[in-house]
């Protein structure tokens, strides 16, 4: 229960901080070899996404991953994998952009990388185009000589 209560003042901090700056800012990224490193991985995932490829996403996520998902509650790896597929099967035609303009990423000296953006899912319904904007943050982990994705928060519903 602390590591919760831990995790929701830490991600209320970021998205506080997120909303203070304003949203007109570039974002300059302390470190542009590991801003390239995490959109390189972002791309790694959403193209794995993109293709319904789950094996290519068990590996990107940590055994231990959080997401939070502002309709869907809390979910373990598990969930997540399950989520995945379910998504896969009823909506095959579902594509993961980013937002141009929109990817922030900022170090964790020792962890890794916090990558912050917004993300559009597309896809035909009734044959019209339907189009979701949503903001996430993911905590990346680098370890082992891989990097792994500890934390989702998914919002904007």
């Not at 990388?113 to 949503?134: C, D, K, M, N, W």
Request: hydrophobic fraction near 40%; charge should be positive; aromatic fraction near 12%.
């Amino acid at each position: 229960m602390k590591r919760i209560i831990r995790t929701s003042l830490f991600l209320a901090c970021l998205l506080s901080l997120k909303t203070a700056r304003g949203q007109d800012k570039i974002h300059q990224p302390k470190d542009p070899q590991l801003y390239k490193t995490i959109l390189h991985m972002d791309s790694v995932m959403f193209n794995a996404f993109n293709t319904h490829n789950l094996e290519v996403l068990k590996t990107l996520f940590a055994p231990n991953v959080e997401f939070y998902h502002d309709r869907g509650g809390l979910q373990d790896y598990q969930t997540t994998m399950n989520g995945f597929k379910g998504v896969f099967a009823t909506t095959p035609d579902l594509r993961r952009e980013l937002v141009p303009g929109t990817l922030e990423v900022y170090p964790i000296p020792g962890f890794g990388a916090i990558e912050i953006g917004t993300h559009r899912f597309v896809h035909l319904e009734s044959g019209q185009p339907s189009i979701g904007v949503y903001q996430f943050i993911h905590t990346w982990q680098f370890k082992d000589d891989q990097w792994k994705i500890t934390r989702v928060i998914s919002i904007g519903h």
